[in-house]
Nanobody
Framework: QLQFVESGGGLVQPGGSLRLSCVAS????????SAWVRQAPGKEREGVSR????????YYADSVKGRFTIGRDNAKNTVFLQMNNLDPDDPAIYSC?????????????????WGQGTQVTVSS
């Protein structure tokens, strides 16, 4: 069964950058739709970005378009999230997730496999 190990979270100043990585094991990540989902304290989970292992298509939440980039390293069975120009609305626990359903897109409830999450903090 597919499992994830995430890394790359931390503390960054507003306007700074972080790169989150999610290494998969147990299955080939390209068999799934992969997403990054975040949850801030007191808020619902929010789908941030999704990448299709089938056709390479990507989706982004409006709140991160132009700032975040999702990508894959197939050789390393890894999906990453490059986050630039981080702002005070971005702090959250970021988790990678996978779904076999094309309809999942940015809906967290349709993702079946989850990583443990990594904390992103934006503060000056």
């Amino acid at each position: 069964q597919l499992q994830f190990v995430e890394s790359g979270g931390g503390l960054v100043q507003p306007g700074g950058s972080l790169r989150l990585s999610c290494v998969a094991s147990g299955d080939t990540l390209n068999n799934y739709y992969s997403a990054w989902v975040r949850q801030a304290p007191g808020k619902e989970r929010e789908g941030v970005s999704r990448s299709s292992g089938l056709d390479g298509s990507t989706y982004y939440a409006d709140s991160v378009k132009g700032r975040f980039t999702i990508g894959r390293d197939n050789a390393k069975n890894t999906v990453f999230l490059q986050m630039n120009n981080l702002d005070p609305d971005d702090p959250a626990i970021y988790s990678c997730a996978a779904s076999p359903f094309s309809a999942a897109v940015l809906a967290p409830s349709l993702y079946l496999i989850w990583g443990q999450g990594t904390q992103v903090t934006v503060s000056s």
